[in-house]
């Protein structure tokens, strides 16, 4: 047991002896810097079941831990605080206790229920942006948190491979392609694909122009365009499954796979199953009949099909249209509940979607609920912000967005630049700088947007991102290196056990750095419940700045006491295996060198 968990037993047996009082929680928090002690307890919330002064109930706790808890050295209490000062043992025990733990912080799995975390989930007309990239590290880093806590995960995304947006990219390439492929012109699939939409929009406009010009009035115009006619003719077909276009679409279509895969790849993320809209459009008509008949629906004289979430704050939302066509809330419906029957054991879903789309995402855990559905309670929308550049907006028609791969190739470019200007890279081959680009570039990109909570909006600067102090992903990694660099140079067997025999003292630098260690379990649990890297990712930088205190005030290596470099270097060494194992939930990886 950690020291909260250790305390939040005595103080509840403390109040129980003292105060006859059951008390259901104890608030902690850490001591200001300004107080001696380790831990705080907060007496204010106490007083809701014990009446008196606050000061007083402090003092009474405080003398029975010290009284009857082993680990408790001394307190003092300050109005409403109690702070209590925690014996060196205690940490020297607990140190030696997790030490050669692997995986120290993550929890097996033993919950039978799974989690289905759905991210990424682009369309197949363009490549993967900027948007996307903070889209595809949300969920993938939310998916391994969750799996470090103890749940079972499965990771998916929908593709988003029919529609009219798809036409546009088919019909401009089919006109205008001149049969060009990725082989023949050595383009990604999914750049060659976004091209021609890109080339639909911008002669779709000069249609729209040439008719303003003759005349026609600009919305009648945006209708009437040659290209707008030929494109929705061939989604048409498409539903009618024409041979032709169905063939053209599987090819095209196949090229933006081949495409993302890459990009995945690169950026470090992968899936365990993937769903197409292609298949699962028309899901969820027979859910509407069975919550018609439940009650939950309801029609109106033209024939669509309603539901009135008035009286939960929302309003009106239609499910099926007059023709019985169904829209995108009645898909969702029909695609959750697919899940749960092509995987009985999804208890909860999580659904990585910008926060444009907030309501959309009330209102189908909401229905869902409404019909009965009990997994419906762990329906969860992580919903995040847009990503900006200096420069602006992006907008993918007028083909102004930030292609994914070029941010990645510019950010192992920067990462590239600044530190040969830093002059640390003596004796690497050119094979080995080029990896460590890629690593540090790349974990400065996923540093940068992982560490803001996923509900603000991010203005990204690259420049910023691979600075190697502050709060970067670069100054984490090298700190990382250093702690490697300590491994190697430690000429000595410093794998065994540092007994305490009640006369050690631990260094100041020494018992801050195991205090923010022996936070880390707690960071991961709290995490995985907040669906929040950016816990994990600014825990790991505080537990950086602590390192790099205990660094510079304390001699490691030239310490002349051996038990005392031993633990030292064992220390160092834990504090690495915690950063590696922190930045891999978050898919960043470290270098040994740097």
Same mark, same amino acid.
Request: with cysteine; hydrophobic share 35%; proline share 3%.
């Given at each position: 047991?950690?020291?909260?968990?250790?305390?939040?037993?005595?103080?509840?047996?403390?109040?129980?002896?003292?105060?006859?009082?059951?008390?259901?929680?104890?608030?902690?928090?850490?001591?200001?810097?300004?107080?001696?002690?380790?831990?705080?307890?907060?007496?204010?919330?106490?007083?809701?079941?014990?009446?008196?002064?606050?000061?007083?109930?402090?003092?009474?706790?405080?003398?029975?831990?010290?009284?009857?808890?082993?680990?408790?050295?001394?307190?003092?209490?300050?109005?409403?605080?109690?702070?209590?000062?925690?014996?060196?043992?205690?940490?020297?025990?607990?140190?030696?206790?997790?030490?050669?733990?692997?995986?120290?912080?993550?929890?097996?799995?033993?919950?039978?229920?799974?989690?289905?975390?759905?991210?990424?989930?682009?369309?197949?007309?363009?490549?993967?942006?900027?948007?996307?990239?903070?889209?595809?590290?949300?969920?993938?880093?939310?998916?391994?948190?969750?799996?470090?806590?103890?749940?079972?995960?499965?990771?998916?995304?929908?593709?988003?491979?029919?529609?009219?947006?798809?036409?546009?990219?088919?019909?401009?390439?089919?006109?205008?392609?001149?049969?060009?492929?990725?082989?023949?012109?050595?383009?990604?699939?999914?750049?060659?694909?976004?091209?021609?939409? =890109?080339?639909?929009? %911008? $002669?779709?406009?000069?249609?729209?122009? *040439? &008719?303003?010009?003759? @005349?026609? /009035?600009? #919305?009648?115009?945006?209708?009437?365009?040659?290209?707008?006619?030929?494109?929705?003719?061939?989604?048409?077909?498409?539903?009618?499954?024409?041979?032709?276009?169905?063939?053209?679409?599987?090819?095209?279509?196949?090229?933006?796979?081949?495409?993302?895969?890459?990009?995945?790849?690169?950026?470090?993320?992968?899936?365990?199953?993937?769903?197409?809209?292609?298949?699962?459009?028309?899901?969820?008509?027979?859910?509407?009949?069975?919550?018609?008949?439940?009650? =939950?629906?309801?029609? %109106? $004289?033209?024939?669509?099909?309603?539901? *009135? &979430?008035?009286?939960? @704050?929302? /309003?009106? #939302?239609?499910?099926?249209?007059?023709?019985?066509?169904?829209?995108?809330?009645?898909?969702?419906?029909?695609?959750?509940?697919?899940?749960?029957?092509?995987?009985?054991?999804?208890?909860?879903?999580?659904?990585?979607?910008?926060?444009?789309?907030?309501?959309?995402?009330?209102?189908?855990?909401?229905?869902?609920?409404?019909?009965?559905?009990?997994?419906?309670?762990?329906?969860?929308?992580?919903?995040?912000?847009?990503?900006?550049?200096?420069?602006?907006?992006?907008?993918?028609?007028?083909?102004?967005?930030?292609?994914?791969? *070029? &941010?990645?190739?510019?950010?192992?470019?920067?990462?590239?630049?600044?530190?040969?200007?830093?002059?640390?890279?003596?004796?690497?081959?050119?094979?080995?700088?080029?990896?460590?680009?890629?690593?540090?570039?790349?974990?400065?990109?996923?540093?940068?947007?992982?560490?803001?909570?996923?509900?603000?909006?991010?203005?990204?600067?690259?420049?910023?991102?691979?600075?190697?102090?502050?709060?970067?992903?670069?100054?984490?990694?090298?700190?990382?290196?250093?702690?490697?660099?300590?491994?190697?140079?430690?000429?000595?067997?410093?794998?065994?056990?540092?007994?305490?025999?009640?006369?050690?003292?631990?260094?100041?630098?020494?018992?801050?750095?195991?205090?923010?260690?022996?936070?880390?379990?707690?960071?991961?649990?709290?995490?995985?419940?907040?669906?929040?890297?950016?816990?994990?990712?600014?825990?790991?930088?505080?537990?950086?700045?602590?390192?790099?205190?205990?660094?510079?005030?304390?001699?490691?290596?030239?310490?002349?006491?051996?038990?005392?470099?031993?633990?030292?270097?064992?220390?160092?060494?834990?504090?690495?295996?915690?950063?590696?194992?922190?930045?891999?939930?978050?898919?960043?990886?470290?270098?040994?060198?740097?």
């Amino acid at each position: 047991m950690n020291i909260q968990e250790v305390l939040t037993e005595k103080v509840k047996e403390a109040v129980e002896s003292i105060f006859n009082i059951d008390l259901p929680t104890v608030e902690f928090q850490p001591t200001r810097k300004d107080f001696e002690g380790d831990i705080t307890v907060v007496v204010f919330p106490i007083l809701r079941f014990v009446k008196g002064n606050p000061a007083l109930i402090g003092e009474q706790i405080g003398s029975y831990l010290k009284e009857n808890v082993k680990e408790v050295e001394n307190f003092n209490v300050v109005k409403g605080f109690l702070n209590i000062v925690i014996s060196d043992a205690f940490y020297f025990h607990f140190f030696n206790d997790i030490k050669d733990t692997t995986n120290y912080g993550y929890s097996t799995v033993t919950n039978t229920d799974a989690v289905m975390v759905e991210y990424s989930s682009p369309n197949t007309n363009k490549p993967l942006h900027l948007g996307h990239i903070r889209n595809n590290l949300l969920g993938y880093s939310v998916a391994e948190i969750l799996k470090a806590s103890g749940k079972k995960v499965y990771k998916t995304q929908i593709v988003n491979d029919r529609g009219i947006h798809i036409c546009k990219s088919m019909l401009a390439w089919q006109k205008y392609g001149e049969g060009k492929t990725p082989e023949n012109t050595g383009l990604k699939g999914d750049k060659l694909v976004g091209n021609y939409y =890109v080339k639909f929009d %911008k $002669e779709y406009k000069a249609q729209i122009a *040439d &008719l303003v010009a003759a @005349g026609t /009035d600009p #919305k009648a115009a945006e209708k009437d365009a040659p290209l707008m006619q030929e494109a929705q003719g061939m989604l048409r077909k498409w539903e009618a499954g024409d041979e032709e276009v169905v063939a053209l679409w599987k090819k095209m279509n196949q090229w933006v796979y081949d495409g993302f895969e890459v990009t995945y790849k690169n950026l470090g993320v992968d899936f365990d199953t993937y769903y197409y809209e292609s298949d699962t459009y028309l899901l969820g008509k027979d859910i509407v009949d069975e919550g018609l008949e439940k009650g =939950v629906f309801y029609r %109106k $004289e033209d024939g669509s099909v309603w539901i *009135d &979430l008035s009286d939960e @704050g929302l /309003d009106e #939302k239609i499910v099926l249209r007059a023709d019985g066509t169904a829209v995108y809330m009645t898909q969702d419906i029909g695609t959750a509940i697919q899940r749960t029957k092509d995987y009985p054991d999804v208890n909860g879903m999580v659904y990585t979607v910008g926060n444009e789309q907030d309501y959309h995402f009330n209102v189908l855990f909401l229905i869902l609920k409404k019909l009965g559905y009990t997994w419906a309670e762990q329906l969860f929308h992580l919903s995040y912000g847009m990503v900006d550049l200096p420069s602006g907006k992006m907008k993918s028609r007028e083909g102004t967005v930030v292609d994914a791969d *070029d &941010l990645m190739n510019d950010m192992t470019a920067t990462a590239a630049r600044i530190s040969e200007e830093l002059g640390k890279l003596e004796g690497y081959s050119d094979t080995e700088k080029q990896e460590l680009y890629r690593i540090i570039g790349l974990g400065a990109l996923k540093y940068y947007i992982l560490k803001v909570d996923p509900k603000k909006r991010i203005l990204f600067n690259p420049e910023e991102s691979v600075e190697f102090q502050g709060n970067t992903g670069p100054f984490i990694q090298y700190t990382y290196a250093r702690i490697q660099s300590i491994l190697r140079k430690a000429d000595f067997e410093y794998n065994t056990t540092v007994e305490p025999n009640g006369n050690e003292e631990l260094h100041e630098k020494e018992k801050e750095l195991l205090k923010q260690i022996q936070l880390f379990p707690g960071v991961v649990t709290s995490a995985a419940q907040n669906f929040s890297p950016a816990l994990l990712a600014n825990y790991t930088y505080d537990l950086v700045k602590e390192f790099n205190s205990f660094y510079q005030n304390v001699p490691i290596l030239p310490e002349e006491n051996l038990q005392k470099k031993i633990f030292r270097v064992q220390l160092s060494k834990k504090v690495g295996e915690i950063i590696k194992s922190s930045f891999a939930l978050l898919g960043i990886e470290v270098p040994e060198r740097m």
